[in-house]
């Protein structure tokens, strides 16, 4: 099993969002996406690998939201870095 971490810039991300989609994200976070990282943090049906990423990054679909996290995988730690918008995320 892996830990989970957040970053200060996720925290961050989450508490700026407009309070109906903060409620959605945090129920989405706590009911599929920490089961799901913490057991297997590199496959999953939301999950991919992002390319052209130094340190490897991979993100996981929250409906229109992006989460971007880094797996540490000597130590077992699954950093999570932070949420955008998929209209902001990739540039």
């Not at 990282?37 to 679909?61: A, C, D, M, V």
């Amino acid at each position: 099993m892996y830990s989970l971490f957040e970053t200060s810039e996720f925290i961050e991300s989450i508490e700026r969002l407009p309070v109906k989609d903060a409620a959605f994200v945090r129920q989405k976070l706590h009911d599929y996406v920490y089961p799901q990282l913490r057991q297997e943090p590199h496959f999953g049906n939301n999950i991919k690998k992002l390319r052209s990423y130094e340190p490897p990054t991979w993100r996981y679909r929250i409906g229109r939201y992006r989460v971007f996290y880094s797996v540490d995988d000597k130590g077992h730690i699954v950093l999570l870095l932070t949420l955008e918008q998929r209209k902001d995320a990739y540039r």
